[in-house]
């Protein structure tokens, strides 16, 4: 394979990888990473295995390339999509990340589960709502005929103020896990995305 | 006779570890330094850290780091034709990253310094055993 066309197949391979960017995002990353590699052959005892070497596996370049961009996205972005897929690429990091995306997932499903529970009450009004009995405090959905006959000690109170009851709940639980997530990653933010090697001269203490 | 100090591998490797987790923590502070004289090509920032501060970094890291920094404000790039017959992306700090570097650098000096006065017995016991 010519020296070109190592080039080309390295490029077009981090281009691949970048997806999820706009396409004048991508074609600027990669045309940055072509003016190293020229910049770097035009220096004396370069080759182009070394210099691709150097910048390490197209797809890992790529990958520094979204973690840290989709990080940055989501301290901004109040959509729990761009936030749970910031914690899932973060969760691929470590211990921390992983609790992260624990935190992430049970906060958004509460609140998702609250914000169902309110659209659910006017199509089975008799089946959703906030049930008390014996030993017994919770918001569901209850379907099939538990709750017929013989008549239940379990019973439902909140008729349809359950509807802005769950809205407010589940408004609440998305907004507080949305804002948890941003601090710990902005807590945290050195180590989120993947960085490289970083070396030390050898025999040399920098700091 | 001087005392033989024996370190084995697993200290040595648990040193070096440590060690590139720090380095990695600066990282943001030295890039944002690199650039504090003006407007630099991601080649000569990593010459930059290299020649001045050490740090040594893979090559494909610096530019995602730059990437990110620029998303997030603190430095902004520009595409220049070059006398070298292929045009650079060079980079320069916004104000909101001079902002950032000379809060960096504040805090830095203020925890080296504190951290200098703990560890200067170290350092001087270190001193003695090798001198014996």
Known sequence: MTSDAQINDYLSRLRKSLSGMTISERE??????????????GESQANVESILAGLGPADEL?????????????????SPLVILRAALRWATTGVEGFLVFCVALVGYVTGGSFLLLALMKPFFPENAGLWVGPGQFNFSLRMGATMTNPPSPVHEVLGWWLIPVCLVLGSLSLALTTKLLQFLMRRFRWKVPRIGAVHARP???AF | MAKQVSITANELETTDRWEAQMRKGCLEMAVLASLWRGRLYGLEILR??????Q??????TI???????????????EWVEAEAGHPRKYYQLTSAGRERATLM?????????GLGCLIEPVLKREEVEQSL
Not at chain 1, 28 to 41: A, G, K, P, Q, T
Not at chain 1, 62 to 78: C, P
Not at chain 2, 48 to 53: A, I, K, N, P, W
């Open chain 1, 62 to 78: 790529a990958e520094q390339y979204r973690t840290g961009l989709l990080v940055q996205r989501a301290q901004k972005s109040i």
């Open chain 2, 105 to 113: 650098a504040k805090t830095w000096t203020q925890f080296s310094a």
């Open chain 2, 55 to 60: 740090l040594v970094l893979a090559e494909g």
């Open chain 1, 28 to 41: 600027d990353i990669v045309e940055e990473i072509r003016m190293h590699v020229r910049e770097r052959l």
């Open chain 2, 63 to 77: 530019y995602p780091i730059l990437n990110r920094l620029r998303a997030e404000g603190l430095v902004q790039s």
């Open chain 1, 203 to 205: 025999a040399t203490m």
């Open chain 2, 48 to 53: 930059v850290l290299e020649r001045d501060s």
